[in-house]
């Protein structure tokens, strides 16, 4: 078992090389797109199934609470939180729409919408980036894999080097974490 624990953590470790060897200027490419959008007065809408939703939620609240520092409030919602909404466009027309709907609904020409799947195709969050494309907001995916067609779909997309959904899982958190910590600094 003690070895089973250490390649786990290698492989983590790997997929995080990986990332600081190749990706820390989409990391800073995004965390700009995101600073923008803010400085804007819009807002960061997050979105995405499963362990993604969580990361969704997760990353929404560190910005509308705090991240390291007590500060003002920055605009983010993920759109995974509101069951009934969720559960009668599901019913109504279809699981697919569940982004797209509430996209259309609820962002605004100064947001960001970022749809986070780990193989790129959630075809749910497919929609959603293309509803905000379509809206003219900008839009960023982060998956992994071989980035799916989500990955082609968005204005800026981070593609973790990696086919195990853990590994990309705890990327992404990572990702997030950096760009919630370089907002903060940035904007307050």
Same mark, same amino acid.
């Given at each position: 078992?003690?070895?089973?624990?250490?390649?786990?953590?290698?492989?983590?470790?790997?997929?995080?090389?990986?990332?600081?060897?190749?990706?820390?200027?989409?990391?800073?490419? +995004?965390?700009?797109?995101?600073?923008?959008?803010?400085?804007?007065?819009?807002?960061?809408?997050?979105?995405?199934?499963?362990?993604?939703?969580?990361?969704?939620?997760? +990353?929404?609240?560190?910005?509308?609470?705090?991240?390291?520092?007590?500060?003002?409030?920055?605009?983010?919602?993920?759109?995974?939180?509101?069951?009934?909404?969720?559960?009668?466009?599901?019913?109504?027309?279809?699981?697919?729409?569940?982004?797209?709907?509430?996209?259309?609904?609820?962002?605004?020409?100064?947001?960001?919408?970022?749809? +986070?799947?780990?193989?790129?195709?959630?075809?749910?969050?497919?929609?959603?980036?293309?509803?905000?494309?379509?809206?003219? +907001?900008?839009?960023?995916?982060?998956?992994?894999?071989?980035?799916?067609?989500?990955?082609?779909?968005?204005?800026?997309?981070?593609?973790?080097?990696?086919?195990?959904?853990?590994?990309?899982?705890?990327?992404?958190?990572?990702?997030?974490?950096?760009?919630?910590?370089?907002?903060?600094?940035?904007?307050?």
């Amino acid at each position: 078992m003690r070895d089973k624990v250490k390649d786990i953590l290698l492989e983590s470790i790997q997929v995080k090389e990986e990332l600081l060897r190749k990706h820390v200027g989409q990391i800073m490419g +995004i965390t700009n797109l995101i600073k923008e959008a803010l400085k804007s007065k819009g807002k960061v809408i997050l979105f995405g199934n499963g362990g993604s939703a969580s990361d969704s939620q997760h +990353i929404a609240a560190e910005l509308i609470g705090r991240f390291k520092k007590d500060r003002p409030a920055l605009a983010a919602i993920a759109l995974t939180t509101n069951t009934s909404v969720l559960t009668s466009l599901a019913n109504d027309y279809g699981y697919e729409t569940v982004f797209s709907r509430q996209i259309e609904a609820l962002a605004g020409k100064n947001d960001i919408a970022i749809g +986070i799947s780990t193989s790129g195709k959630a075809k749910n969050v497919a929609a959603g980036i293309r509803q905000a494309k379509k809206m003219g +907001i900008k839009t960023i995916a982060l998956t992994g894999s071989d980035g799916g067609e989500l990955a082609k779909l968005a204005d800026l997309s981070l593609v973790v080097p990696s086919l195990v959904t853990a590994r990309i899982q705890e990327a992404h958190i990572t990702i997030g974490h950096i760009i919630c910590e370089l907002i903060e600094e940035a904007l307050c």
